[in-house]
């Protein structure tokens, strides 16, 4: 069975950063391309990024670009979120999902396995 579970997050405030990763049991993480992506309240879920299963590529939302950054540990088996110069607007519960693709995009319809979420918010 397939399971993500995400930690990492927490209260931060503006400008910090906070790191979150995604721990994949009962697979291997390197042939899939693994999605982040977060929902705030009243809002729908959204693409954050997502890393591609081969070459390392990489996706990020426009708002994200620049700020945050995916990456694989294959030896961990896991896929980090680095985030910095976090805003208020970032508050939400973050998640990982992984699809069974090759090269990642940030379409929600693409990832059958989702983890449970981990609530980061950004607040002074």
């Known amino acids: 069975q397939l399971q993500l579970v995400e930690s990492g997050g927490g209260l931060v405030q503006p400008g910090g950063s906070l790191r979150l990763s995604c721990a994949a049991s009962?697979?291997?993480?390197?042939?899939?391309?693994i999605g982040w992506f977060r929902q705030a309240p009243g809002k729908e879920r959204e693409g954050v990024s997502c890393?591609?299963?081969?070459?390392?590529?990489?996706n990020y939302a426009d708002s994200m670009k620049g700020r945050f950054t995916i990456s694989r540990d294959n030896d961990k088996n896991t896929v980090n979120l680095q985030m910095n110069s976090l805003k208020p607007e970032d508050t939400a519960v973050y998640y990982c999902?992984?699809?069974?693709?090759?090269?990642?995009?940030?379409?929600?319809?693409?990832?059958?396995?989702w983890g449970q979420g981990t609530q980061v918010t950004v607040s002074s």
């Open positions: 009962g697979f291997t993480l390197d042939y899939y391309a």
């Open positions: 890393i591609s299963s081969v070459g390392g590529l990489t």
């Open positions: 999902a992984a699809a069974p693709v090759r090269l990642c995009v940030l379409l929600l319809s693409l990832y059958g396995s």
